[in-house]
């Protein structure tokens, strides 16, 4: 008996300790991420969750709240302005992400295995690290539609073509915006594919020439299906952030004066910070959140028959 009393007690003694080591490392693992908890809360949790309850208020910021209900949601899905705004955005969406896209793939295909490849890539990056407001601001002169436009008067002088009024057209002024936004992401998907096709073996690509395939039939049957895993992860990404444009459409053109430049972001802006209806405005985000969430579900249920994830 002595013996086993003997044995026992180790064993609570190291059970109790390991209990006091785990208590101990949770502490410390609550005193390092307390910081980024507060911090989600009060800047993402909180304000999402406010924002909902004001989409069912009417408030100015001054005077009291009142509750409406749905009618903010009625107004925004019954009002020209904002559906104009909604088919603005899925033209923007739908000029920039297939486009800027392909034309990625196709540099970074170019880019992938060469000399000097490094230098490529940095330029190609400067877009995306370049600031919007500087880009759009130079952007202005290239698409100006007078003497100073670099892009008419190249058109004019070498092809005797006139040129559109780029930022002042109602119906050419979202391809303008589609332009500028495949220009500053361009950098960041081609990197982005040169990454993907790294991960390809080259066996593959030896083996599809060894049985005959030309570079188009090996890109086809071996390279796209081995970067579509990157590919759906783009276009999830450009599609959430042309629904998101903003501040380079709002220094490129002012679209308080084109209608055809009018995204839902400039309205919920509109809304909220120039008419200060916030519970419109609110309701106007939430719009374009649901917009978003359901987009991006489509495209995950389409990755189940679109998407190869073996090499």
């Known amino acids: 008996m002595a013996v086993l009393t003997d044995t026992r007690r180790p064993r609570a003694s190291a059970h109790a300790k390991q209990k006091g080591v785990r208590t101990r490392d949770g502490w410390w693992a609550t005193f390092f991420l307390a910081p980024q908890v507060i911090g989600l809360l009060v800047f993402l949790v909180f304000p999402l969750g406010y924002a909902v309850v004001l989409a069912f208020m009417s408030w100015d910021g001054l005077n009291p709240a009142t509750w409406v ?3 903010n949601f009625a107004k925004q899905l019954t009002d020209a302005d904002f559906l104009r705004s909604i088919w603005n955005t899925v033209k923007l969406a739908i000029l920039t992400v297939p486009l800027g896209l392909a034309l990625a793939i196709a540099i970074a295909v170019g880019l992938n295995n060469i000399k000097g490849g490094n ?9 995306v690290v370049t600031s919007s407001v500087a880009a759009a601001l130079m952007w202005q002169v290239i698409l100006a539609n007078d003497e100073n436009g670099v892009l008419n008067t190249t058109l004019r002088n070498l092809f005797g073509i006139t040129g559109p009024d780029w930022l002042g057209d109602t119906g050419w002024v979202i391809v303008a915006i589609a332009i500028v936004t495949i220009w500053s992401s361009l950098g960041l998907n081609v990197v982005i594919f040169l990454a993907g096709l790294q991960t390809i073996p080259p066996q593959l690509m030896e083996a599809a020439k060894i049985d005959g395939a030309g570079p188009w039939r090996a890109f086809r049957s071996v390279t796209l299906p081995l970067l579509s895993p990157t590919i759906f992860f783009s276009t999830v990404v450009a599609v959430i952030s042309s629904f998101q444009a ?3 459409i709002f220094v490129l053109v002012n679209p308080k004066n084109n209608e055809g430049a009018r995204t839902i972001v400039y309205e919920v802006y509109k809304l909220g910070f120039v008419e ?8 106007a985000a939430l719009i374009l959140l649901v917009l978003t969430l359901i987009v991006t579900f489509v495209q995950f249920g389409l990755q189940k028959r679109l998407v190869h994830y073996d090499a």
Request: no cysteine.
């Open 69 to 71: 209900g749905f009618d």
């Open 119 to 127: 230098v490529y890539r940095v330029l190609y990056f400067l877009p």
């Open 246 to 248: 903003f501040d380079q």
């Open 276 to 283: 200060f209806k916030l519970g419109m405005s609110s309701a």
